[in-house]
């Protein structure tokens, strides 16, 4: 298992206090594929720039595509253009390699056979482990997850990865989904003046 795909069951199974949107796991997820790519060594940083390695089978399929997407000329690319550029769609891709790897079942109502139905995790090996890393408060996960909302801060806090990388990692994660609310709101903005125009013709 990877963190991202770890991230992904828990965004599944948990029931935060409003929805994740997926523009906002997405971001989440291409960190986490970053994070296991510098502890695998196929990558490291030079401040905030993205320096490739080598390049090793992970065995997992998204995974891999991150580690060949890397940009492997310098100036590289910084950590939160990586974010950007990756993180286009990636909610969809990790629910759709769980689903193709049956690790997801569609609960069709008895009612309405050919309804598309909710989408539920199955109980596999691989959400045991992703829960057991969730309830161990994993630093990584949990910090990741406490991002884009699925987990509030209690009174002793959101462990904390010790060490620079990690943290150079989760603060271009959190810079980025600012800056994404940032963009919806001035977009909701934009939209309810242009409304209010057309209210008072």
């Known amino acids: 298992m990877t963190t991202p795909r770890d991230l992904t069951i828990i965004a599944m199974d948990t029931t935060p206090s409003r929805p994740v949107e997926r523009g906002r796991l997405s971001l989440a997820l291409a960190g986490a ?15 905030d720039r993205i320096v490739p390695g080598h390049t090793p089978a992970t065995g997992d399929r998204l995974l891999d595509e991150a580690a060949a997407a890397l940009i492997r000329e310098a100036p590289y690319e910084s950590v939160g253009d990586w974010l950007w550029r990756r993180g286009r769609g990636l909610a969809v891709a990790y629910l759709a390699a769980l689903e193709a790897d049956g690790q997801l079942t569609r609960q069709r109502p ?20 992703a829960e057991d890393r969730w309830a161990a408060d994993e630093p990584v996960l949990t910090a ?13 806090g959101i462990p904390v990865p010790d060490d620079d990388t990690t943290a150079t990692v989760l603060a271009a994660v959190n810079d980025a989904l600012l800056e994404l ?21």
């Open 33 to 47: 594929e970053l994070l296991d790519l510098l502890a695998a060594e196929a990558a490291a940083l030079d401040d």
């Open 110 to 129: 008895h009612w309405k056979p050919f309804a598309a139905g909710r989408t539920t995790l199955t109980d596999s090996p691989d959400r045991r482990l």
């Open 181 to 201: 609310e940032a963009a919806r709101q001035r977009r909701d903005i934009e939209q309810a003046a242009y409304d209010n125009i057309w209210r008072g013709q």
């Open 144 to 156: 990741l997850a406490a991002a884009v909302g699925l987990r509030e801060e209690g009174p002793e």
